[in-house]
């Protein structure tokens, strides 16, 4: 019907329009409000700002954190800003960073807010010490002279990291990210207040508990997978209590989930806990970059990366993320791991 017919001029005096809805008033009476009363603006951003003891390159402490460039949960925009919706215990909250000179400054919104800013320092590598890292290989210390804004993030935060690297358990990048990027959008909610468009809150254990068996395959995320994510969500809050604990320790009580082997459990509390010496074993790729750095072995195992890495003991995953830093990988003679979509099928 569009089009039919010519809208009509408005009235100067506001005649025709909608009349405004009562709100409540003392003793349960109704009042209507005033005319030309503007919509109240969203509660505004609670604000920190935080000096940090040293250099900081927001996107390399934060960029872990990141699961692709269409990660509903994070986003960095061209003015600098990186921008973070998280499900915190005090409930979905929204995250904006930005670095002006020496000074950072945390911007959040919603029922997390306090307990993001609370967090921030932490989250930027307060808790982190470079300088117990000492390169014993020339591509190191090259590498942490030009990168020395580099710390490790600790989010406080397990289920965040734990659910994205169970789907990222044995699939090519790609299809983990499409996963992550589908499930979100689907059943979290938008990040509060001025976020991004289409930024989006992870779902809580218990929806997550409740996806239907057809969505996990349209998102090509097989029975295994999760399955496993099924059992973590069942026991989220013993989880999330791991944080409290040593990195060792609490890789330990996430693996007592059947499905979450020490890839997993390392890839998730390198960012839950920052911890330095977790280095990921399993992977596809990582020993043979490791063994190609330092000893020009590009068919290293993973008993090769950890021998080769044991001068660094303490400080592995550093040594690790250093390496992956320098740009100093092998070429790449296998092809690549075939994509699949089961959702297709």
């Not at 954190?65 to 499900?87: E, K, M, V, Y």
């Not at 057809?214 to 999760?226: L, M, Q, S």
């Not at 330092?294 to 195992?301: E, I, Q």
């Not at 400080?315 to 390496?323: K, M, V």
């Amino acid at each position: 019907m569009a089009g039919r017919f010519a809208p009509r001029p408005p009235r100067p005096d506001g005649a025709g329009r909608a009349a405004p809805a009562p709100v409540p008033g003392r003793g349960g009476r109704t009042v209507a409000p005033a005319a030309g009363i503007p919509r109240q603006a969203p509660a505004p951003a609670r604000v920190r700002t935080w000096v940090p003891g040293g250099p900081l390159d927001l996107g390399l402490v934060l960029g872990p954190l990141r699961r692709g460039t269409g990660d509903p949960t994070f986003r960095t925009l061209p003015d600098g800003s990186a921008w973070r919706a998280s499900l915190t215990p005090a409930g979905p909250g929204t995250l904006r960073v930005t670095r002006r000179g020496a000074e950072v400054r945390g911007e959040a919104w919603g029922p997390g807010a306090d307990w993001l800013l609370d967090h921030l320092p932490e989250l930027l590598g307060s808790a982190d010490d470079p300088d117990a890292f000492v390169p014993r290989h020339r591509l190191l210390a090259h590498t942490r002279h030009r990168r020395p804004g580099l710390r490790l993030t600790r989010t406080g935060l397990v289920l965040e990291s734990l659910i994205p690297s169970v789907l990222e358990q044995k699939v090519t990048t790609g299809e983990a990210y499409r996963a992550w990027r589908l499930l979100v959008r689907r059943f979290g909610e938008p990040a509060p207040g001025p976020a991004p468009e289409r930024m989006y809150v992870m779902p809580p254990p218990r929806t997550w508990a409740l996806i239907p068996s057809w969505e996990w395959h349209r998102a090509g995320v097989d029975d295994k997978r999760a399955s496993t994510i099924l059992r973590a969500v069942r026991v989220a809050p013993r989880l999330e209590e791991a944080v409290r604990m040593p990195p060792a320790a609490a890789r330990e009580r996430l693996e007592r989930v059947p499905g979450i082997g020490p890839w997993t459990s390392a890839e998730t509390v390198q960012r839950s806990h920052g911890a330095p010496d977790e280095v990921t074993v399993g992977d596809l790729h990582l020993p043979g970059i490791v063994g190609w750095a330092l000893a020009g072995d590009r068919f290293a195992d993973d008993a090769v990366m950890l021998d080769l890495l044991e001068p660094y003991a303490g400080q592995r995953h550093r040594a690790a993320r250093l390496i992956l830093l320098s740009g100093r990988v092998p070429e790449r003679r296998a092809p690549r791991m075939p994509h699949g979509d089961i959702g297709r099928l």
